[in-house]
Nanobody, 122 residues
Framework: QVQLVESGGGLVQAGGSLRVSCAAS????????MGWFRQAPGKEREFVAA????????YYADSVKGRFTVARDIAKNMVYLQMNSLQPEDTALYYC???????????????WGQGTQVTVSS
């Protein structure tokens, strides 16, 4: 079992920046990919970014490419999502997830955190 806890969400004005964090515990060595997803009210959950746990390779959704950066700290068992140039459409509950099956957006993610709210005002 892998436990994931997100933090760092909050309120930010359009054009601003925010960094959310994900603390991982448990059987973290079994995870190949760490991912970030988000879900806005009334919308489906969507993929945001992923990072290969071992090598640090990254993958981004087109909607956030060039604005968001995902990183990890293996020693601290932490995953981060740096969000720049935030827009109101980025407002969502952001989830951290882990997958033992592969890397990227199109593989199943087995473990999920509880989410942290990011609200962008105009």
């Amino acid at each position: 079992q892998v436990q994931l806890v997100e933090s760092g969400g909050g309120l930010v004005q359009a054009g601003g920046s925010l960094r959310v964090s994900c603390a991982a515990s448990g059987r973290t060595l079994s995870s190949i990919s760490m991912g970030w997803f988000r879900q806005a009210p009334g919308k489906e959950r969507e993929f945001v970014a992923a990072i290969r746990w071992s090598a640090g390779s990254t993958y981004y959704a087109d909607s956030v490419k060039g604005r968001f950066t995902v990183a990890r700290d293996i020693a601290k068992n932490m995953v981060y999502l740096q969000m720049n140039s935030l827009q109101p459409e980025d407002t969502a509950l952001y989830y951290c997830a882990a997958s033992p099956y592969g890397f990227g957006p199109s593989i199943p993610y087995k473990y999920w955190g509880q989410g942290t709210q990011v609200t962008v005002s105009s």
